[in-house]
């Protein structure tokens, strides 16, 4: 599978977006990037994923470049409950040869201050 | 509808015993999974349920850690003679299993966990 890379950390000021890249340079025609969060203590919570095209739902935005060999998640309105660290995985389509294992790597720590 | 419930959420036990540890998944999602996360680290996979069968039990860690799922639902997790380095917490997850995934029919979602404790 197609490994992530992302910044450790960021910062980002309440009310504003918070834009999180993630590069995944190997990606391959059948994998999907798929984003979840993880708020201390909690377990990790769903946000987006997409394939090709632009993902919009009510959490947030998923930007994929047109070579798919890197992407941005974008929170708009960025709030202090939205601290957590985010997951940026590259994900194996479900076929008949592959259950899609999901992969965690170390994330970044999103610390959103007032 | 309810997410995935794990039990107990809490549990602290002493060296050498053995705990189980149950995952109810989403109702109707067919696919279970099983991972960990110690302390400050990553999450990392130990175990696949597609119905009750374990296609993939790859990150199980030693012979002391088993899972069963019955009734293609309910999953327990055992740990047997269980050691300090078994502390972390044990996160359960549920899927449909479709093979287009356009409609999000394989997104994975997470119970809270179950935080472990050996002491």
């Known amino acids: 599978d197609a490994k992530t890379t992302q910044p450790p950390s960021m910062d980002c000021a309440e009310g504003r977006a918070a834009n999180l890249p993630c590069n995944h340079s190997?990606?391959?025609?059948?994998?999907?990037v798929y984003w979840y969060r993880q708020i201390h203590s909690q377990g990790p919570q769903y946000i987006i994923h997409?394939?090709?095209n632009n993902e919009t739902n009510e959490m947030a935005s998923l930007i994929i470049t047109e070579d798919r060999k890197s992407s941005t998640l974008i929170l708009p309105h960025a709030t202090l409950r939205d601290t957590a660290v985010y997951y940026c995985?590259?994900?194996?389509?479900?076929?008949?040869?592959?259950?899609?294992?999901?992969?965690f790597g170390a994330g970044t720590q999103v610390v959103v201050t007032p | 509808g309810a997410g995935v419930s794990q039990s107990p959420s809490n549990k602290v036990t002493e060296k050498g015993k053995d705990v189980e540890l149950r995952c109810d998944p989403i109702?109707?999602?067919?696919?279970l999974y099983w991972y960990r996360q110690s302390l400050g680290q990553g999450l990392e996979f130990l175990i696949y349920?597609?119905?009750?069968?374990?296609?993939?039990k790859s990150g199980l860690p030693s012979d002391r850690f088993s899972a069963e799922r019955t009734g293609g639902s309910v999953s327990t997790l055992t740990i047997q003679r269980t050691q300090q380095e078994d502390s972390a917490v044990y996160l359960c997850?549920?899927?449909?299993?479709?093979?287009?995934?356009?409609?999000?029919?394989?997104?994975?979602?997470f119970g809270e966990g179950s935080w472990l404790t050996v002491v």
């Open positions: 997850a549920s899927s449909l299993f479709r093979f287009r995934d356009r409609d999000s029919g394989n997104t994975i979602y």
């Open positions: 349920f597609q119905g009750n069968s374990a296609p993939d």
């Open positions: 995985i590259v994900r194996v389509a479900v076929t008949t040869d592959s259950w899609g294992k999901l992969q």
């Open positions: 190997t990606i391959s025609g059948n994998e999907y």
């Open positions: 997409g394939l090709k």
């Open positions: 109702s109707g999602h067919t696919a």
